[in-house]
């Protein structure tokens, strides 16, 4: 079992360019979520799918930001016309159905980005 | 929505000493939770889980108290070592409603030898 695999590790972009995160849930997962992390805001929860749906995305910035799941084995978080207070690890998880509620959450090494 | 408070942002101490690390929590309805480890340059990684049943919790080298009267809960390292220097989040879920768990902003743990 690799685990969660996220792509890249590290991403640098210009200030306005456009950057595509990429995650791999544990096969069989059937749910994924994604995170952002910095020193400031700590941990802080984007959005999460179910069985591929978008079921909350009540953390994601409204503008800019979108993920998507064509398929249970991948999700993507891209970010369009980034700023630089949008560099930050992104952070994604996968969770089994299995315990409902009390199924933890199996998190990936995440994507550092930097936005110069 | 759920607030989540972690206590202390930093912590030092010397091998062999505890850690208590707390959080607390304002959902009344809010019955899973969960401490992560996140050792430097890492991923997080699950310590324990508990749930709104469980009062107490052991682990190897470590105790999880939940006080569900004062929505506190509580990450114990005993004997702590320096293999335990890392940033410990605790992480909150509601009790029915979607998956969404809510984090506490991170303790940082330093064990000097």
């Known amino acids: 079992n690799a685990g969660v695999i996220q792509t890249p590790r590290h991403k640098v972009t210009g200030k306005g360019q456009e950057a595509t995160l990429w995650c791999e849930p544990i096969?069989?997962?059937?749910?994924v979520f994604w995170y952002r992390q910095t020193i400031v805001q700590g941990l802080e929860f984007l959005t999460y799918f179910r069985n591929q749906a978008p079921i909350d995305d009540s953390g994601m910035p409204k503008e800019r930001f979108s993920a998507q799941m064509p398929n249970q084995s991948h999700s993507t978080l891209k970010i369009q016309s980034t700023q630089p207070q949008d560099s930050a690890v992104y952070l994604c998880a996968s969770s089994s159905g299995l315990g409902g509620r009390y199924a933890e959450q199996f998190f990936g090494p995440g994507t550092r980005l930097t936005v110069l | 929505g759920e607030q989540v408070e972690q206590r202390p942002p930093h912590l030092s101490v010397r091998e062999g000493d505890s850690a208590f690390i707390t959080c607390t929590y304002t959902d009344p309805n809010s019955y899973y939770f969960f401490w992560y480890k996140q050792e430097p340059g890492a991923s997080l990684q699950l310590l324990m889980k508990?749930?709104?049943?469980?009062e107490i919790n052991e682990g190897q080298g470590f105790t999880v108290l939940l006080n569900k009267k004062d929505k506190r809960l509580s990450l114990n390292l005993t004997a702590a070592h320096p293999g335990d220097s890392a940033a410990y989040f605790c992480?909150?879920?509601?009790?029915?409603?979607?998956?969404?768990?809510?984090f506490g902003s991170g303790t940082r743990l330093l064990v000097s030898p």
């Open positions: 992480a909150v879920r509601h009790g029915t409603g979607g998956y969404k768990v809510v």
């Open positions: 508990v749930f709104s049943s469980t």
């Open positions: 096969s069989g997962h059937s749910a």
